[in-house]
């Protein structure tokens, strides 16, 4: 299942990987300290070690039968017995063990089945490198030609992962796409977010933000490193059982990055210092969890933020104390999003199937009074995803549990809608256009468990809410 998904520009990523270095030893307890809070609160499942201690148990009554029943044998047996002993104690030469050569020979009466320890004992070899690492880098060759998409999955099995699969554009128009690499989580990821702050020096960096399934916790990883077990940077989260201070207390469904700011949220909507790794704003103006967040493209410091309170608040970052701009509308927010080729309007999807499209130039500190410029009715049933083509103005598409993705032409605040698609992909929950390609958009869907494919009469599909609240359950798998 795929829970959330994040684009990375062309050119952003390394050529080829850095290899992580070996954790140490504050790493590994941090590491063993983060899982120990995941399973803390699960019952363990003894089944298997009290099997175990059984067979342990029936085995240690058989040797005392046999030793019992060896016992009532003539003393004659008894001699052949120990005298059998002493030949094969012999042969195995237990005495001078730790003096042969180290090797082991495997099913094999000559040297050509030798194991060595390394290939430096091996005299076959030529070439004494353990690793194929030349090959393997040249394989990891990331082109700057080609695309990333990050994606935050939990499988069948409950492993929770990120994986980050390079997007290969190819004449048919289907791009190939392939895993790169992936970096184990601790629980089920929710949200994402690209960032290319340089947070190891530099000019820029390349990482991804990820909001976690019960984890009041923002995981940061650098993509450019692989094999790497834990994250750069952690915001908030507990340390010796309380609350870092400026922390969320619930997981964080929303995140929004820009190089001025950086925000989150839960119930609250928090601004991150990524220098100092400390909360810098904390903004409690919705009175339920924070679906979504969006910074302003032209006006880094304000930020806007969508509620299942059914409320869209503006915010200047620069102003923490001020309440904003208020929106009332009408039902819970799925997602929003700013039109990047004007820095006045934002657009909101609801729960209700609608899409509304508003102007901060009309707004006022009368909740009643901000009314959208026009509203569109898009979906069924709740629009849940919508992107903007960054290369093509007034291009809006929106994704939906009704299984289908729409695109929409918004000129002149008269939209129509110019193209209607059911990818076969079942119900939408996620949508965004290529940074790189306008014709380019990636979707993640929710298929029913054992399915490839829509079925007619499968049962109604879990809201965005259900998904994030459901997602441990296993009522569902989305492939």
Same mark, same amino acid.
């Given at each position: 299942?795929?829970? /959330? ?7 952003? *990523? ?14 590994i307890?941090? %590491? ?9 609160? =699960? ?12 067979e342990? @148990? ?6 005392? @039968? ?36 180290? #090797? ?45 998409i990050?994606? /935050? ?23 190939n796409?392939?895993? #790169?690499? #992936? ?27 990820v ?11 650098d993509? =450019?490193?692989? =094999? ?23 997981? &964080?469904l929303?995140? *929004? ?7 989150? *949220?839960?119930?609250?909507v ?21 679906? @979504? ?9 304000? %930020? ?5 309170d ?12 001020? +309440?904003?701009?208020?929106w009332? &509308? ?6 929003? @999003?700013? =039109?990047?080729?004007s ?5 909101v ?7 509304k ?6 707004? +006022?500190? +009368? ?10 009715? /898009? ?23 009704d ?14 809608c ?12 996620s949508?965004d ?21 829509p ?15 459901l ?9």
């Amino acid at each position: 299942m795929i829970t /959330a998904f994040s684009w990375v520009p062309k050119g952003a *990523a390394k050529a080829i990987p850095d290899r992580a270095e070996l954790p140490s030893k504050e790493e590994i307890e941090k %590491l063993k300290e983060t899982c120990d809070q995941v399973y803390s609160e =699960d019952e363990e499942d003894n089944t298997e070690d009290e099997k175990e201690n059984g067979e342990v @148990a029936h085995a240690k009554t058989i040797a005392e @039968a046999f030793g019992k029943s060896s016992r009532s044998k003539n003393a004659s047996s008894s001699i052949e017995v120990d005298d059998l002993n002493d030949d094969f104690m012999k042969e195995l030469d237990m005495d001078n063990y730790d003096e042969e050569d180290y #090797r082991i020979e495997i099913l094999s009466s000559g040297n050509g089945g030798l194991y060595y320890a390394s290939n430096e004992m091996d005299p076959y070899l030529m070439n004494h490198d353990d690793s194929d690492d030349s090959d393997e880098d040249e394989d990891q060759t990331i082109l700057p030609t080609k695309s990333i998409i990050v994606c /935050a999955k939990t499988d069948d099995n409950d492993a929770s992962y990120l994986d980050v699969c390079v997007c290969e554009e190819t004449s048919n128009g289907y791009p190939n796409i392939y895993s #790169r690499g #992936r970096f184990e989580l601790p629980t089920a990821p929710l949200c994402t977010a690209w960032l290319d702050c340089p947070l190891k020096g530099g000019e820029k960096g390349n990482f991804l933000a990820v909001g976690l399934y019960k984890k009041p916790m923002i995981e940061i990883w650098d993509l =450019d490193v692989k =094999d790497e077990v834990l994250p750069c940077v952690q915001l908030g989260g507990k340390e010796k059982g309380h609350y870092k201070e400026g922390s969320h207390t619930r997981s &964080v469904l929303g995140l *929004a990055w820009n190089r001025e700011f950086r925000s989150s *949220a839960d119930k609250k909507v928090k601004v991150w210092d990524m220098a100092t790794e400390k909360c810098m704003i904390t903004m409690e103006h919705h009175t339920k969890k924070v679906q @979504a967040v969006a910074w302003n493209h032209y006006a880094p410091e304000v %930020l806007l933020s969508g509620s299942f309170d059914q409320t869209v608040v503006l915010n200047d970052g620069r102003k923490p104390s001020h +309440s904003g701009f208020k929106w009332s &509308v009408m039902s819970k927010v799925e997602s929003l @999003a700013w =039109d990047p080729h004007s820095e006045h309007s934002f657009v909101v999807s609801l729960k209700n199937g609608t899409v509304k499209v508003f102007d901060v130039r009309q707004a +006022s500190n +009368s909740a009643s009074d901000l009314k959208p410029s026009f509203t569109l009715q /898009a979906h069924h049933k709740p629009a849940t995803c919508v992107s903007y083509n960054i290369s093509a103005p007034n291009l809006l598409a929106t994704g939906s549990m009704d299984k289908t993705v729409k695109l929409w032409d918004l000129s002149d605040n008269k939209p129509s809608c110019i193209a209607s698609h059911i990818p076969n992909a079942g119900s939408l929950f996620s949508i965004d256009f290529s940074p790189d390609n306008p014709f380019l958009l990636a979707i993640v869907s929710w298929i029913p468990k054992g399915s490839l494919k829509p079925v007619p009469d499968a049962a109604e599909p879990p809201s965005k809410e259900e998904i994030k609240e459901l997602i441990e359950s296993g009522a569902f798998t989305a492939r």
